[in-house]
């Protein structure tokens, strides 16, 4: 059986369209959610046939916790086993992440432990690196942390711009997300 999968984004969805087109047997992206309702990627999922919604954070303000109830009502109503965040911008509080605890996966674009957070990819400029890359990884209550289930790295090349290496990144991403994420879901 295919693993029901919900997939989270906030944008224009370039890894979300990797996880559907990845047309794995392992699982289906049964469900995409964004809390912006202008997210590029809503449009994107429904055109692949995916049930896209909107789940707007801002009307919860401050309580997080409100929204991500909110988020997992509606995973719970579908029956979603896996989720994946794919560019999804919200922190996530420890109530949502125990919740899902070993089913949350994320893509980060360095190779962790190197650089959690923001601007990674100026970061690994600034520091000189040699090689730079991605991290598929399991979501835990400290940010960027958990265990790793896969890493695909390149060459920084001279003349290498934080642009470049964000667009070279992103194709490493679209290959390495999918092919992790079915191995997680093979469990
Ligand atoms: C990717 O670089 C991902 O690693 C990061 O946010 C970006 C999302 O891009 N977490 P997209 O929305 O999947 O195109």
């Known amino acids: 059986m295919k693993k029901r999968t919900a997939i989270l ?18 699982y289906e992206i049964v469900l995409v959610v964004s809390n912006r309702p202008d997210a590029e990627g809503l449009e994107l999922a429904r055109a692949l046939g995916v049930e896209a ?4 954070h801002k009307p919860f303000g401050k309580d997080r916790e409100a929204f991500e109830r909110e988020v997992d009502a509606a995973l719970r109503a579908r029956g979603i086993e896996l989720v994946a965040l794919a560019g999804f911008m919200r922190l996530l509080t420890p109530y949502f992440v125990r919740r899902w605890q070993g089913r949350l996966v994320n893509i ?26 991605c991290t598929v990884h399991l979501v835990t209550e400290e940010i960027d942390a958990g265990q790793i289930l896969g890493q695909a790295r390149m060459d920084v090349l001279p003349g290498d711009t934080p642009q470049t290496l964000a667009a070279r990144v992103l194709e490493l991403e679209h290959e390495l997300y999918p092919r992790c994420f079915a191995e997680l879901a093979r469990r």
């Open 9 to 26: 984004i906030s944008g224009r969805g370039s890894n979300m369209r990797a996880l559907i087109e990845a047309k794995q047997d392992a």
């Open 108 to 133: 980060h674009p360095s190779l962790l432990p190197k650089y959690p957070g923001t601007d990674t990819h100026a970061r690994a400029l600034a520091a000189g690196d040699a090689e730079h890359g």
């Open 53 to 56: 919604l909107a789940i707007d």
